[in-house]
């Protein structure tokens, strides 16, 4: 089946410093990207929608300029914490539809654990 | 975007067949119904997809009746490596991101 490849899978930061975490679909196109948030024992919250070649939606709460996300290719999205803060701790995990397919199937990363101290 | 409610968890012992429902009253008709499993620190893994009637694949099966209102994933004979949370998730080829419920955790236990 298709791979969502996502890196990396944990990472520790000093607050402040910024963190990029990539998401690709190894065998398959993907105009659209999703990127969540997890939190222990909770659901997946949808933060924003990856267009390629075109600004990302945000959704409501999302700060945009905290989240910065590009996806300048059919296979590659990437979002980046900037400035974390240790409320950014958070297991996020990225998704992606292959563009070609007519179900609603999404492949998902398997998360990238971020801790900010 | 249709809101799905399933239960928020349930019990099993190993062997035994476990049915979770999810309902989805307002769905759409282009809507499909997929289901996933999520172990901890994971990603969710898709288990099945289905847009009527019945659909099994090699781990489980998906039951809709006719109005698509509801729809119950089968998992046969569980082990504990089925231990996991499994969502429910409705959604149109639209572009738009499948919304994730609260999910169902299964405890399966010897």
């Known amino acids: 089946g298709a791979v969502v490849s996502q890196h990396p899978s944990r990472v520790i930061c000093k607050s402040g410093t910024s963190v990029k975490i990539e998401c690709r679909s190894l065998d398959f196109q993907a105009t659209t990207m999703f990127w969540y948030r997890q939190f222990p024992k909770q659901s997946l919250m949808l933060m924003a929608t990856s267009n390629e070649g075109s600004k990302a939606t945000y959704e409501q709460g999302v700060e945009k300029d905290k989240f910065l996300i590009n996806h300048a290719s059919l296979t590659l999205s990437t979002l980046t914490v900037t400035s974390a803060h240790p409320e950014d701790s958070s297991f996020y995990i990225c998704?992606?539809?292959?563009?070609?397919?007519?179900?609603?199937?999404?492949?998902f990363g398997s998360g990238t654990q971020l801790s900010v101290l | 975007l249709a809101k799905t409610t399933q239960p928020i968890s349930m019990d099993s012992y190993e062997g035994q067949e476990v049915n979770i429902t999810c309902s989805h009253n307002n769905i759409a008709t282009n809507d499909y119904i997929t289901w996933y499993q999520q172990f901890p620190s994971q990603g969710p893994r898709f288990i099945i997809q289905?847009?009527?009637t019945k659909v099994t694949n090699e781990v489980a099966s998906l039951f809709i009746p006719a109005d698509r209102k509801s729809s119950t994933l089968s998992l046969p004979r569980v082990s504990l490596s089925d231990t996991a949370v499994y969502y429910c998730l409705v959604g149109s080829n639209s572009g738009y991101a499948l919304n994730f419920g609260k999910g169902t955790s299964l405890l399966v236990t010897p």
């Open positions: 289905g847009y009527k």
């Open positions: 998704s992606a539809r292959d563009s070609e397919a007519t179900n609603e199937k999404l492949f």
